[in-house]
């Protein structure tokens, strides 16, 4: 896959801009906007935990359950918890089966509430993505052409589809936690009881489960906002007729992806992105790739512009 990356990097030279030619600052993304929505998942991923560590220890029949969980809630968390369906006996039913009912019952639960979450913030993911496109390509093409004017509006079909697309995005990832979470935790549940090896280990397990998906959560909202952005940019620069961009690597990743450092200061073309993955031969522009936080500065032609 490296043989080809190289070849198609020999078939398209890389260039640097030409004198001519107008280079836009950097397009930022909203991240204070991708940090809120990743607080927001964090924060709706700790109250299922804390349901589910609840369930378990119940399952466990430990008496300590309700009392233990309580105390490290916050008091919206509180009433949450003390609102959701109280345990109820057996009635007859084996431990898996009834383990098998809670589970289910928790997952039909915080499905509607991801569900609600992924239609909050993926509207203020557009909003807010729309609003700071148009103030930075606005200052950028203040002084050009008519024509080159930026508005908001998401009517252009470039950008409708754009916008339709990163909606889908969000909301898939955002409403997929409870099934993925719950599901893990079924098996391991599941394990336990067939195993004998006690359902109480499983409490440290489901604390550390939910550190590591808010800190999952938090990287996945910031990554959909950069995504929308390149692309809502992306997609109103070419209904305008700007063509080429400045690749800008950005430092701060703990491992630089080199072929992305090779490419900045380099100009390219919207419609004939350079290979993104050598793995994969994935091709893309600055922000496609899992976690990329490359930008790029829009090249403006002045022949173009007149």
Known sequence: MAAAVERRSAQRPLRRPRVGERVLEPLH???????????????????????????VRSLAGSPQAEAETLQVLSPPQVLSAMDAPAD??????????????????????????????????????ISGVMETSTAQLSIGLKDMAERMEIHA??????????????????????????????????VQVMSAITTGSGLDKLVPYLTRRYEDDARHAHLVALDQIRKATANVNAARLQAIGVEEYVWIHTGGER????????????????????VIDERTGEVGKPGDAYFCRCQMR?????????
């Open 88 to 125: 109820t006996p057996y009635m007859g039913r084996s431990v898996p089966d009834e383990a098998q009912r809670r589970l289910d019952a928790l997952l039909s639960r915080y499905k509607r509430k991801f569900e609600q979450l992924a239609d909050t913030w993926s509207r203020r993911m």
């Open 29 to 55: 993304p909203p991240l204070k906007l991708g940090r809120d929505m990743g607080a927001a998942m964090a924060h709706l991923l700790r109250e299922m935990t804390i349901e589910t560590r609840r369930m």
């Open 153 to 186: 509006t998401i009517a252009e079909p470039r950008v409708r589809a754009v916008v339709e697309a990163s909606t889908r995005s969000c909301v898939q990832l955002i409403t997929r936690i409870p099934e993925q979470y719950l599901g893990e935790v079924q």
């Open 255 to 274: 491992y630089p992806r080199k072929l992305h450092q090779s490419y900045s200061g380099r100009v390219f073309r919207y419609d004939d992105p350079p």
């Open 298 to 306: 829009p090249v403006l032609k002045f022949t173009k512009a007149a």
